[in-house]
């Protein structure tokens, strides 16, 4: 039996995490969040009615963050 997190959701072996979560899970201001997806940095996806984002999509997103010094 696997362990399940509240807003975390896995679709094809892969984890993906509610919108509301992520600012939580990785110390990046809401505010941020909001921006990246705006200018289409992370994409989101629907997941029984809650919109997440994938891990793969928000480890890109966070690597590129810290080469640019934030």
Known sequence: M???SPG???R????????S???HLTGVPAHE??????KSKLAIEQVNGCKCVRESELNRY???RSA???
């Not at 094809?12 to 919108?19: D, G, R, S």
């Not at 969040?33 to 705006?38: C, Y």
Request: glycine share 6%; hydrophobic share 55%.
């Open 68 to 70: 640019n010094g934030r």
């Open 12 to 19: 094809n072996e892969e984890n993906l995490f509610a919108l």
């Open 8 to 10: 975390v959701f896995v």
């Open 62 to 64: 966070l690597d590129g």
């Open 33 to 38: 969040i909001v921006d990246a997806i705006v």
């Open 2 to 4: 696997m362990l399940r």
């Open 21 to 23: 979560n992520i600012h």
